[in-house]
Each structure stands twice: as structure tokens, then as C-alpha cells.
């Protein structure tokens, strides 16, 4: 089974703080995906990436970076985080299929609390 | 996660009914369908998927029905059990995009 972690279930920052929150997957996966997940707003594409020191902007990538050294290991940072940025964060991965993204597995999530 | 259900539609039904939760998409361009299974606290679980070559696709306990004039698709589930209350949710690949679409989802809740 393919396994997507990331590093904290809830995270509380406070406003201004930079934080990170990292996603490892264990399937060999080319692409990677940050999305946030707001009530009533379904999920929202931040950024995702096709390979190792690759990245594109998703649909909402202001405030947001990422970092992706490593195959397995695509991390999302908040460079000075605010309070609009409290919501459910949600990493997943997919084989890749002749550049097409298909099925994509997710992880957990992690609830971001900025206070 | 635990509000993602919260400011959705809700779709109530009885244990052993059959359920059908329906989402309507956006571009007649997709091609690719996936609909996803949310259960409180957890990411999402792909659940089945159909191509746009395709009207009808079946699973387990699943089916998904594409109609490709309106721009609908549905997923219908046989004998709903408890263990299905989640939140579902389409998505749609958008061709020359490469992305996927998602929509706001379906709270299914299922009652003894």
C-alpha cells in the first residue's frame, strides 16, 4: 500500500512564525501535491512538483512555498504565517503517467492553527 | 478533517438504502474522473474512477455514472453501511492543465 506521512497531525503557530510542515511518501512517486482544504471550499491546489528540485504554483500559492530535495520528501513552508492560513493542509503523490497526473494518494493531513 | 463536512450539502440515508451523490463539473474538456472518499480526521481515499470514453464504470458496492451532455456525474453506492458516512468528493482532470479539479464535496451520512 502506498504510504503518504506527514510530520504533525495539529500544529499551533502564531502569527509571523515561519513554519514548515513536511510530507513523505514511500512509493518511489515522481509527483508531489500541497493542497489546503477549507470548509465549503473543497481543496485548493498550493503548489506540486514533478521531480526532484522541481516545483509549479497551484491555484492559491501566495504566502506559500515549497521545497523538494528529495524524491520522497516535499516540504510546504509558510514563510510569515497568518491567520487566513488556518485550515487543513493535505500532501499527496501519484505515479506518474506520460507527464499526466492521475490517482492521487493522500496523507493525512495537518490542522494549522494560527493564533 | 473534522470540519470538512460541516457547510456541506448532506445526503441522509438509511442503512441498507442505496445512495447516490451527484456533482456537476466544469469543464467539458476533462476527460478523467475520480471520485474520493473523506472519513473524519483522514485524507482522502480514491474510491473509483471513469474516462470520458466511458458512461459507466462499477466497483465494489460502486458505480459511477458519467453523462457528459449535462456535465454530471454520480456515484451511486449499493446497501449503504455505516461505515460509509464520509465525506465524498469528484474531481476532474482538466486536459492541457494537468491538474486536478476538485469540487466541494458531499457529506453522506448514514443512519441505523
Known amino acids: 500500500d502506498v504510504k503518504v506521512t506527514q510530520s504533525s497531525r495539529y500544529l499551533v503557530k502564531r502569527t509571523g512564525e515561519k513554519v514548515f510542515l513536511e510530507c513523505v511518501q514511500d512509493?518511489?512517486?515522481?509527483?508531489m501535491f500541497w493542497y489546503r482544504q477549507d470548509p465549503g471550499l473543497g481543496l485548493r491546489l498550493i503548489y506540486f512538483?514533478?521531480?526532484?528540485?522541481?516545483?509549479e504554483k497551484g491555484d492559491i500559492p501566495e504566502g506559500y512555498s515549497v521545497s523538494r530535495e528529495k524524491k520522497e520528501r516535499f516540504s510546504l513552508i509558510l514563510e510569515s504565517a497568518s491567520t487566513n492560513q488556518t485550515s487543513m493542509y493535505l500532501c499527496?503523490?501519484?505515479?506518474?503517467?506520460?507527464?499526466?497526473?492521475?490517482?492521487?494518494?493522500f496523507g493525512p493531513g495537518t490542522r494549522l492553527t494560527v493564533t | 478533517g473534522e470540519s470538512v463536512g460541516l457547510h456541506l450539502p448532506t445526503l441522509s440515508v438509511q442503512e441498507g438504502d442505496n445512495s447516490i451523490i451527484n456533482c456537476a463539473y466544469s469543464?467539458?474538456?476533462?476527460?478523467?474522473f475520480i471520485w474520493y472518499k473523506q472519513e473524519s480526521g483522514k485524507g482522502p481515499q480514491f474510491i473509483i474512477d471513469?474516462?470520458?470514453?466511458?458512461d459507466k464504470r462499477q466497483g465494489q458496492r460502486v458505480t459511477v455514472l458519467l453523462n457528459k451532455t449535462v456535465k454530471h456525474l454520480s456515484l451511486q453506492i449499493a446497501a449503504t453501511q455505516p461505515g460509509d458516512s464520509a465525506v465524498y468528493f469528484c474531481?476532474?482532470?482538466?486536459?492541457?492543465?494537468?491538474?486536478?479539479?476538485f469540487g466541494a464535496g458531499t457529506r453522506l451520512a448514514v443512519h441505523p
Open positions: 499527496a503523490s501519484s505515479f506518474p503517467d506520460r507527464g499526466r497526473i492521475y490517482e492521487q494518494y
Open positions: 512509493m518511489d512517486h515522481e509527483n
Open positions: 512538483s514533478y521531480d526532484v528540485k522541481m516545483k
Open positions: 469543464n467539458s474538456a476533462s476527460d478523467y
Open positions: 471513469i474516462r470520458s470514453n466511458m
Open positions: 474531481a476532474e482532470i482538466w486536459s492541457g492543465y494537468n491538474k486536478l479539479i
